[in-house]
């Protein structure tokens, strides 16, 4: 499986953007999906992850309330609406595919990774 990640960019604080993943090579419908950042100096961080048919989904403590995944099987792609941005905000965003059909929050149990994709936030 072979994960594209865009929709990154330069905002400022209190701005929203929409990140995307698409998923190519093998279908990835039947597996939970998730969103991790890594801001520099720091260890990578869990975001977001959605089960396989969308209808669970688990966030951070830090984006809880302002951010949102979700996905669309049929495109093979999952989302990730930021809303309310804030300067700690600023990281690389990674996506990727879970082992299982569940959402899981534990980056050892995802098995295929985007390249990460830029969010800055500007104060």
């Known amino acids: 499986v072979q994960l594209q990640a865009f929709g990154g960019g330069l905002v400022q604080a209190g701005g929203s953007l929409r990140l995307s993943c698409a998923a190519s090579?093998?279908?990835?419908?039947?597996?939970?999906m998730g969103w991790f950042r890594q801001a520099p100096g720091k260890e990578r961080e869990f975001v977001a992850t959605?089960?396989?048919?969308?209808?669970?989904?688990h966030y951070g403590d830090s984006v809880r309330g302002r951010f949102t995944i979700s996905r669309d099987n049929a495109k093979n792609t999952v989302y990730l609406q930021m809303n309310s941005l804030k300067p700690e905000d600023t990281a690389v965003y990674y996506c990727?595919?879970?082992?299982?059909?569940?959402?899981?929050?534990?980056?050892?149990?995802?098995?295929?990774w985007g390249q990460g994709t830029q969010v800055t936030v500007s104060s």
């Open positions: 990727a595919v879970a082992l299982r059909s569940a959402m899981t929050p534990n980056q050892s149990q995802y098995r295929y």
């Open positions: 090579g093998r279908t990835s419908s039947n597996n939970g």
């Open positions: 959605v089960d396989w048919r969308g209808s669970s989904t």
